[in-house]
């Protein structure tokens, strides 16, 4: 595999500590302890990492985006010397370890756009917002889509035990709380557990997880993932706050029942203040005979969908088995058609859709 990073220094025990943040940023890097075997590899790489010892041999360098040089201590030098080899930042350890750890996890992001996120929350509790959110997530992974599902509900169910994850290995919430920073993506892809073709994360966080993980988390998701779907409760944390700013599309799962409906009409407009695109789907049957439209009239968004309930899909989601459940049915037909809406690419989806 082609290394992601270059690493100039002769310093043995400074190249060691930089092995050692790459390794925490999830990429690849080579070390070289000579200036002229680090003119020759100077293109190369995503990154160079200069440490202060080769930065006179290599001034003059030719000029190139991603350069930072590192040194262990202050020294009125250090500018001058970043500008000689062309470094657009300077690195002190072990205080600026954080800049360093950023920067590598950037280059070993391959290049390209983001993923999309999206958001799933219900008017009240037991609406089936979490069966959405997860059926979402299962049906666009199925289609071929990298797909990650967050569980941003604390007093939630669990998404572990609906999917039969609670006892495969895997990062979980809690084992985030503490990230900063850039956290890599392809590193988050291989530290979660999966169902088949879809990553999750889930699990309690021991307590309200940080606004800095929660974005650093949830920026390695959009950069990792061409989907994210993230089960959002009624009263959102950082974490549920962060994905409803980020999501490009939100969509309110309301059953057609009066008191729900007038819960989502009060609560809808909130909602609309801090995600980009808002979309109504109605849950049925009603037992005061509401239809989809006198719901959306009052929540005043339009359907963007119904989800009729379905026995069938009930007792298979109890028993842990909704990827069986999902072959057929109002749900699958449902999320085919809510995926068609989003602006991801699923050609499969788009085809049935059509």
């Known amino acids: 595999m082609n290394s992601t990073a270059l690493i100039a220094t002769a310093d043995g025990p400074l190249g060691d500590d930089l092995l050692r943040l790459a390794a925490a940023a999830g990429a690849s890097a080579e070390v070289v302890r000579q200036s002229?075997?680090?003119?020759?590899?100077?293109?190369?790489p995503g990154l160079v990492l200069v440490g202060d010892d080769l930065a006179?041999?290599?001034?003059?360098?030719?000029?190139?985006s991603d350069v930072v040089l590192v040194a262990r201590a202050p020294d009125p030098d250090l500018y001058r010397r970043a500008v000689d080899v062309g470094a657009q930042q300077v690195a002190v350890l072990p205080a600026d370890e954080p800049v360093v750890v950023d920067a590598?996890?950037?280059?070993?992001?391959?290049?390209?756009?983001?993923g999309v996120m999206v958001c799933v929350c219900g008017a009240r509790g037991g609406a089936g917002t979490t069966v959405l959110a997860a059926a979402l997530a299962m049906t666009a992974a199925r289609d071929g889509t990298r797909t990650l599902l967050v569980d941003a509900?604390?007093?939630?169910?669990?998404?572990?035990?609906?999917?039969?994850?609670?006892?495969?290995?895997?990062?979980?919430?809690?084992?985030l709380t503490e990230r900063r920073g850039r956290l890599s993506a392809s590193l988050l892809r291989e530290s979660l557990p999966r169902v088949g073709a879809l990553s999750v994360l889930t699990g309690d966080p021991g307590g309200p997880v940080p606004e800095a993980a929660a974005s650093a988390v949830l920026d390695a998701a959009v950069r990792g993932y061409e989907l994210t779907v993230v089960?959002?409760?009624?009263?959102?944390d950082l974490v549920g706050q962060t994905a409803l700013r980020t999501a490009a599309v939100t969509f309110l799962l309301v059953p057609a029942e009066v008191r729900p409906t007038m819960a989502a009409a009060r609560w809808a407009p909130e909602l609309a203040e801090l995600t980009a695109d808002l979309r109504l789907v109605v849950g049925l049957p009603s037992p005061a005979g509401l239809t989809p439209d006198i719901v959306a009239e009052c929540v005043a968004l339009p359907a963007a969908g119904v989800l009729e309930r379905?026995?069938?899909l009930a007792v298979l989601t109890e028993d842990g088995d909704l990827e069986r459940g999902l072959r057929r049915g109002?749900?699958?037909?449902?999320?085919?058609?809510l995926l068609s809406e989003v602006p991801i690419s699923v050609p499969s989806v788009q085809r049935r859709a059509a």
């Open 330 to 337: 109002p749900m699958r037909a449902l999320c085919d058609y």
């Open 310 to 312: 379905d026995e069938r």
């Open 231 to 236: 089960d959002v409760p009624r009263r959102p």
């Open 36 to 44: 002229a075997a680090a003119r020759v590899g100077w293109r190369r």
């Open 56 to 64: 006179d041999d290599l001034a003059g360098v030719p000029h190139r």
């Open 104 to 114: 590598l996890a950037a280059s070993a992001e391959p290049a390209g756009g983001e």
């Open 153 to 175: 509900d604390p007093l939630g169910g669990g998404l572990d035990q609906m999917l039969g994850v609670e006892e495969d290995d895997g990062v979980r919430w809690a084992g």
